[in-house]
């Protein structure tokens, strides 16, 4: 399994347009910007297709001309920016299903002409088990909201495992009910907030990543050989190298946009 991280920001990203804190100052003294989350699973499985995806797949030379699915958490507009349905429809008609919970399929049908059948939906909600395009895709409930229900995924190929955690804040109890018996070769954990408190509870700061990752160690769902790297990363968090630092005392890792984890 390819694992290619498209982008690692939060919604306004790293840096910050507007911003002069040492964090926003220090990405741009190194030409480095981290743009909305998105991943794009073997070119074939597209996961949170923010407004900036299609020029990140772009920049990386890749294309999604075969793409078969597309799978959202949420309907925040970081996560998903459906008018690309409507310019893939000027391309091509081969079939697509469009998946995640009911807030993002009610906001992705008014971008396709309702007689393009080539592209299905399919509304998930938390505890559903489905295959997509032979990816075995467990819907997990988020700690966020987001004009209706907000989901996380454990994704499965029967060689490996990914679990993408994001937006939310610690999980709820359901979650780790889900995810009771299942192991994952890659957690992509979200990590907002950085060093700061008292933003509220739909996100992480490095505290809760940290309690989070300890409990899925504990749990059994990550163990020595998972990988652990932080998404959804905001300006809030310290300078590059401080938090590299910082994840390393509990064995994560934060990686730029554009990297590949092959598993």
């Known amino acids: 399994m390819e694992v290619l991280l498209l982008g690692t920001g939060s919604s306004d990203g790293i840096p910050n347009t507007f911003c002069r804190c040492t964090t926003c100052t220090d990405y741009r003294a190194r030409g480095e910007v981290r743009t909305n989350t998105s991943v794009l699973v073997d070119g074939r499985l597209l ?6 995806a299609p020029r990140q797949v772009s920049r990386l030379g890749r294309d999604l001309a075969d793409l078969p699915v597309i799978l959202a958490g949420h309907a925040h507009d970081d996560h998903l920016a459906p008018s690309a349905l409507m310019h893939r429809s000027w391309i091509t008609d081969a079939p697509l299903d469009v998946a995640g919970p009911a807030p993002v399929i009610a906001a992705s049908r008014p971008w396709l002409d309702p007689r393009q059948a080539s592209v299905t939906f399919s509304t998930l909600t938390a505890g559903d088990e489905v295959r997509l395009d032979g990816y075995l895709v467990l819907a997990l409930p988020a700690n966020h909201h987001a004009m209706g229900e907000a989901l996380c995924y454990l994704i499965e190929d029967g060689s490996a495992s990914v679990l993408y955690l994001t937006d939310t804040g610690p999980l709820p109890d359901d979650a780790w009910t889900a995810l009771a018996g299942h192991r994952a070769d890659l957690v992509l954990l979200e990590e907002t907030f950085g060093t700061v408190e008292g933003k509220g509870e739909q996100h992480h700061n490095l505290r809760t990543f940290a309690e989070t990752v300890a409990r899925l160690r504990e749990a059994g769902v990550a163990d020595a ?15 590059l190298a401080d938090l590299r630092a910082e ?9 730029p946009d554009g990297s590949v984890i092959e598993l």
């Open 225 to 239: 050989r998972t990988r652990i790297v932080a998404i959804h990363l905001g300006h809030d968090n310290p300078p």
């Open 47 to 52: 996961i949170d297709p923010g407004p900036e």
């Open 247 to 255: 994840l390393a005392k509990i064995g994560a890792e934060a990686l």
